[in-house]
């Protein structure tokens, strides 16, 4: 699994858990619906920390929390 792919994955996680939708996410951490779409649709390639870090505020979770998860722990190598 790639980086993306974890991230997208903790989040729809993360909004299932809280019956939440991608609109009221974005409405939540202040992060624009265009760049939470992009996140949960695969079209953004590298979504930055600062954003990660906005979204998780939302959510009310740390960014501790957010990347403690087996998603994360078992990457792939993305240099080749």
């Known amino acids: 699994?790639?980086?993306t792919?974890?991230?997208k994955k903790r989040f729809e996680e993360l909004c299932?858990?809280?019956d939440l939708n991608y609109c009221k996410l974005a409405s939540?951490?202040?992060v624009p619906y265009t760049t939470v779409k992009s996140i949960f649709y695969g079209q953004s390639n590298n979504p930055g920390i600062a954003t990660i870090k906005k979204l998780c505020d939302g959510l009310e979770i740390s960014i501790t929390e957010f990347f403690d998860t087996d998603y994360f722990k078992?990457?792939?190598?993305?240099i080749r």
Request: net charge negative.
């Open 16 to 18: 299932f858990e809280r």
């Open 5 to 7: 792919t974890a991230v």
């Open 1 to 3: 699994m790639t980086v």
């Open 28 to 30: 939540i951490s202040g």
């Open 74 to 78: 078992d990457l792939e190598q993305e």
